[in-house]
């Protein structure tokens, strides 16, 4: 079964700074993915950034970025230049080759402040 | 592309009675997901159609049931309700059964049982 851990229920950043998010998870499978998803007000999750575990290279889209730490299990994402926009739910979750689904952390609510 | 619609948006039932849920897909998907998202957690797998029948299941009662037509839409239904199976429910999308394929997910239906 897999896990998925997000330790900050709360976080906020001044408009244009960067900010960190951190997840950790756990699986016993080798193959197996893992999401940043935001969920706005309006309710509609929307993905963020995905990471392939072959892969060593940490995933980037834009201003968004992640650092994959395989053997500790962590995946944090990365906001540079935080826009008013970015103001959301943001949540981890991991997938994998036997549990197809997503499993989702607890999520962590960002703000943006001007 | 209309992407993926669910319905109703609202929705108040009584304790024991029974409600349907609808998803629409993205067009060109073939497989839908139906997560419940309580307040203030993550959304948490209830199961998964792919080809009209239910590929995975989470740690759902058999009160949960759900059905996927030839047109790939699908139902959520539950019977008997309880005051718990008050949350947000949300229908995912996505083009086969890979694990890291990305879903698409609807705004969801807020039900509320009293």
């Known amino acids: 079964a897999q896990t998925v851990t997000q330790s900050q229920p709360e976080m906020s950043v001044q408009e244009a700074e960067t900010v960190t998010l951190s997840c950790t998870y756990d699986?016993?499978?080798?193959?197996?993915?893992l999401f940043w998803y935001k969920q706005p007000p309006s309710r509609q999750m929307i993905l963020v950034i995905r990471q392939e575990a072959y892969k060593q290279q940490n995933a980037t889209e834009n201003r968004f970025s992640v650092n994959f730490q395989k053997a500790a299990k962590s995946f944090s994402l990365k906001i540079s230049d935080s826009q008013l926009g970015d103001t959301a739910m943001y949540f981890c979750?991991?997938?994998?080759?036997?549990?197809?689904?997503?499993?989702f952390g607890s999520g962590t609510q960002l703000t943006v402040l001007p | 592309d209309a992407g993926v619609t669910q319905s109703p948006t609202h929705l108040i039932k009584t304790r024991g009675q029974q409600v349907t849920l609808r998803c629409s897909p993205k067009?060109?998907?073939?497989?839908v997901s139906w997560y419940q998202q309580a307040l203030g957690q993550g959304p948490q797998f209830i199961f998964q159609?792919?080809?009209?029948?239910?590929?995975q299941r989470g740690n759902f009662p058999d009160r949960f049931s759900g059905h996927q037509f030839p047109n790939y839409s699908s139902e959520l239904n539950v019977n008997a309700l309880l005051l718990g199976d008050s949350a947000l429910y949300l229908c995912?999308?996505?083009?086969?059964?890979?694990?890291?394929?990305?879903?698409?997910f609807g705004q969801g239906t807020r039900l509320t049982v009293v």
């Open positions: 699986t016993s499978e080798s193959n197996y993915y």
């Open positions: 995912a999308s996505s083009l086969g059964l890979q694990p890291n394929t990305e879903a698409f």
């Open positions: 979750a991991s997938a994998d080759g036997s549990a197809r689904q997503l499993t």
């Open positions: 067009s060109g998907h073939d497989t």
């Open positions: 159609y792919y080809e009209e029948e239910e590929r």
